[in-house]
């Protein structure tokens, strides 16, 4: 069994920068990538970035620019730098992980960018 812990949520004024950080332990069998998704009050889960196991990259159009997904394979930690935070980023964040057969999900960490 896979466990994801996020870390690095908290409450930050607009324009200011936050961390999030996800360790993955247990048993990870063919990988496929790591990613953060969030999700605010009535809207649907939307992926927010992603790294692949070949460390290629995605990002929504929204975030382009301001936030950067990285990984330290040796910790199985994959990081979201947030920068010029907006308050539209305000959401629960949730870190991601899916292999070949299976799609894990972490408890999510509140990211809440005032104006």
């Known amino acids: 069994q896979v466990q994801l812990v996020e870390s690095g949520g908290g409450l930050v004024q607009a324009g200011e920068s936050l961390r999030l950080s996800c360790a993955a332990s247990g048993s990870i069998f063919s990988l496929k990538a790591m990613g953060w998704y969030r999700q605010s009050p009535g809207k649907q889960r939307e992926l927010v970035a992603r790294i692949t196991s070949g460390g290629s990259t995605t990002y929504a159009d929204s975030v382009k620019g301001r936030f950067t997904i990285s990984r330290d394979n040796a910790k199985n930690t994959v990081y979201l730098q947030m920068n010029s935070l907006e308050p539209e980023d305000t959401a629960v964040y949730y870190c991601?992980?899916?292999?070949?057969?299976?799609?894990?999900w972490g408890q999510g960490t509140q990211v809440t960018v005032s104006s």
């Open positions: 991601n992980l899916y292999t070949l057969t299976e799609d894990y």
